[in-house]
C-alpha cells in the first residue's frame, strides 16, 4: 500500500506564485515516476508535470516556464513550484506515483487563481 499526502494549495492572485508538496509513504519502490495532475471543473484531468526516480521530467506545455517539479528520492517527496500563477491554473492538483504497473493517488489540493 501506498499513501500520498500533499500540501500546499490555496488562493492567490494571478501572477502569485505557491509551492506544492508531495510526501509518499508505504511500499516505495526505488525506480518510480512521481508528479502532479490536475482537474479543473468540467474538465479531465491532466498531466502537469512529472519526474522519474532518475530525473527524467515530463512537463506540460501550458505550465513551461512557469512551473517546476523537483523530487527527493531520499525521502519520498515530490514538489510543484507554480510561479506566474494564472487563473486557468484554477483546479485540484492530485499527486501522483507509478511504480511497478501501479497508481496511487492523493487526495487532492484545491488551487484557486484570481483575477
Known amino acids: 500500500q501506498v499513501r500520498l499526502v500533499e500540501s500546499g494549495g490555496g488562493l492567490v492572485q494571478a501572477g502569485g506564485s505557491l509551492r506544492l508538496s508531495c510526501a509518499a509513504s508505504?511500499?516505495?519502490?526505488?525506480?518510480?515516476?512521481m508528479g502532479w495532475y490536475r482537474q479543473a471543473p468540467g474538465q479531465q484531468r491532466e498531466l502537469v508535470a512529472t519526474m522519474t526516480s532518475s530525473g527524467i521530467t515530463n512537463v506540460a506545455n501550458s505550465v513551461k516556464g512557469r512551473f517546476t517539479i523537483s523530487r527527493d528520492n531520499s525521502k519520498n517527496t515530490v514538489d510543484l513550484q507554480m510561479n506566474s500563477l494564472i487563473p486557468e491554473d484554477t483546479a485540484v492538483y492530485y499527486c501522483n506515483i507509478r511504480q511497478s504497473l501501479r497508481t496511487a493517488w492523493g487526495q487532492g489540493t484545491q488551487v484557486t487563481v484570481s483575477s
Open positions: 508505504g511500499n516505495i519502490f526505488s525506480i518510480n515516476t
